[in-house]
């Protein structure tokens, strides 16, 4: 069909037009590309462009093996939430031990923003972080409940925040294990004579307790832990509880469970995230993150406490586990070395010195109270149901 003469003055700018959007469009996808491609290669969270809504996907490191039972499901129990919260505008990615970096690399790589978060226990920065052993445990400190009050309710969190701000990481409390078992020895402990040169696996404060009292603290992550006891790398190690202990299988590398977890009366562990990548996050999906750590710090004590007592069944019936109770004369000599390593940790660190200040102002008060109500009812109650236990 011949043209009109419009049709043909007008169709010379039409491809033109054609051909700019083309450009332009092909432009803007290989930017699109490349900013992707950059972000990946930063290591960071990537934010992606769906229809109006702005997607996040987070990368989240683990001190621990992935999905061991109690602390390896935890974090992906976060993910989970946050996905469901979030109506899958977010997603985490969680890599075990090992997997992305080492176990004891987990800070550096959220403080490098190579992961976004992590999860652990601030015990491990020791090295790099003097005051972190306290939100932890302390040895002979505070019990789960009592640490979840002082965090959140003590200003313990806040001091927690301040600790790790120049690392430009947010902690947040990432569930508690309660009192955890005092630990797996392959020899009977009936004096202090016994721990004299034993190597054992424990971490934290409680490591350099273990020194002052003549034992040699060793540093190993949870999944080497029982290797190391199997070719005698170490003689002793402390994990957590049966619950959690069972799984490693460290009844089969040493026979005697002693208790009470004098080291860590109520292990807290942490999410730790790179202030960058939650600062990048909206006003809502910030809210979901923080709301997630708060319902997996809960629901690993919830969890722990219903698992503990069938795994230590199990332990001791199934495979012959010898039970033991540290002796009194033990326990009085890790007491003392408990108050010389905070002598000294708080002489040399001013930081652990206001965090000292605050969690023993916290841990007099909140002993006072529950002299009359938590422990006062628990020796009520034996009285009453188990009138002839010792
Ligand atoms: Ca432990």
Redesign the pocket.
């Known amino acids: 069909m011949p043209q009109s003469p419009v049709e043909r003055r007008y169709t010379p700018l039409v491809i033109l037009l054609l051909l700019a959007a083309l450009v332009t469009v092909t432009a803007f996808w290989a930017m699109d590309r490349a900013g992707s491609a950059a972000a990946r290669a930063a290591g960071a969270s990537v934010a992606v462009e769906g229809g109006t809504e702005q997607h996040f996907h987070w990368k989240l490191v683990t001190t621990w093996p992935k999905n061991l039972p109690g602390l390896g499901t935890a974090p992906e129990n976060f993910a989970r939430r946050v996905t469901e919260m979030s109506g899958g505008r977010m997603t985490v990615h969680v890599y075990g031990a090992g997997e992305m970096v080492p176990p004891f690399e987990v800070f550096d790589a959220v403080r490098q923003g190579v992961a976004d978060a992590g999860h652990g226990a601030a015990y491990y920065w020791k090295g790099k972080i003097p005051s972190a052993v306290y939100f932890t445990a302390v040895p002979f400190g505070m019990t789960a409940q009592e640490m979840n009050g002082w965090l959140h309710y003590g200003g313990g969190l806040e001091l927690w925040r301040e600790a790790y701000a120049p690392s430009n990481i947010i902690p947040f409390a990432g569930g508690s294990?309660g009192v955890?078992m005092a630990g797996w020895f392959r020899t009977e402990i009936n004096s202090l004579e016994d721990l004299q040169g034993v190597k054992m696996r424990i971490?934290g404060l409680a490591g350099d307790v273990f020194a002052a009292a003549g034992g040699t603290p060793v540093r190993i992550p949870g999944g080497e832990i029982y290797t190391s006891l199997q070719t005698g790398v170490i003689d002793a190690a402390?994990?957590?509880g049966p619950y959690n202990d069972l799984a490693l299988g460290l009844h089969e590398v040493a026979k005697y469970y002693y208790y009470p977890?004098w080291?860590?009366p109520g292990?807290m562990l942490e999410f730790i995230v790179n202030r960058d990548s939650y600062e990048a996050l909206p006003a809502d999906l910030r809210a979901i993150v923080a709301e997630a750590t708060r319902a997996v710090n809960q629901d690993m004590l919830d969890e722990f406490t219903a698992r503990n007592n069938q795994a230590l069944k199990q332990l001791v019936e199934e495979h012959g586990v010898a039970l033991r109770r540290f002796p009194d004369d033990v326990l009085k000599a890790l007491y003392a070395g408990t108050r010389q390593a905070i002598a000294e940790l708080t002489a040399s660190d001013p930081m652990a010195r206001k965090v000292e200040a605050s969690y023993q102002r916290f841990f007099e008060a909140v002993r006072d109270y529950h002299h009359i109500s938590e422990q006062a009812y628990i020796n009520a109650r034996d009285v009453v149901l188990e009138p002839d236990s010792p």
Do not use: I, N, R
């Open positions: 294990t955890q971490p402390e994990w957590v977890g080291h860590e292990a």
